[in-house]
């Protein structure tokens, strides 16, 4: 697993495809801004993922569950998804615990805390050697309800794009009593199919 866990490090794609988390664009963000981390191979480039279901199969909302998985981008791709490379807790129901959610998370952002900021003496069997172990979370994957729980922001309503906050074009429709974001065709580019469709 020592060995698994710095595949990272010497295995970035070639071809300029993205295979693999390491051939990311936020890969490459973290080692500019922090090369002191990205020094250090072990060092742990963590994903998570979370999301409600409801474990009884029906639309209601009178109970859900939140699995919340933690990846570990280091190993390589066949075996970084595997279930023994999985961190997962669930938060059980019986009502969605919608903002309050943080509470629940709070033990895990806690130990991420702890492991970026401090750190923890990790003992290497490749190397026969004892190393200072860090972590950073890379992203979170998750649906945009999920986001405005995670993250606290507004993704309802009249400034309800988490990316342009203040800056959403939106317009009230009277008769459908809901806000339409039709402003952000500006993003697609001028030869974009979807500029050419009036309906």
Not at 75 to 92: A, D, R, V, Y
Not at 174 to 195: D, I, T, V
Request: charged letters at 20%.
């Amino acid at each position: 697993m020592a060995e698994s866990l710095i595949w990272h490090s010497t295995n970035q794609s070639v071809d300029g495809k993205m295979c693999h988390p390491v051939d990311s664009p936020s890969r490459a963000l973290i080692e500019s801004k922090w090369p002191e981390f990205a020094n250090n191979p072990h060092n742990l480039r963590l994903g998570l993922a979370t999301d409600d279901f409801n474990p009884f199969n029906n639309f209601s909302s009178t109970y859900s569950c939140w699995p919340v998985m933690l990846v570990i981008y280091n190993l390589p791709p066949w075996l970084c998804m595997k279930n023994e490379n999985i961190m997962l807790s669930l938060i059980p129901g019986p009502k969605q615990p919608g903002n309050d959610i943080d509470i629940y998370l709070q033990p895990l952002i806690d130990d991420l805390n702890e492991l970026w900021n401090i750190g923890m003496n990790v003992y290497d069997a490749l190397t026969n050697a004892v190393f200072n172990l860090r972590a950073i979370l890379m992203w979170t994957i998750n649906d945009l309800p999920a986001l405005g729980n995670l993250a606290g922001c507004k993704i309802k309503g009249r400034t309800g794009c988490p990316r342009c906050s203040e800056n959403t074009h939106s317009q009230w429709l009277k008769f459908s009593r809901k806000f339409a974001y039709m402003g952000h065709r500006r993003f697609l580019s001028p030869s974009h199919p979807l500029r050419k469709i009036k309906s």
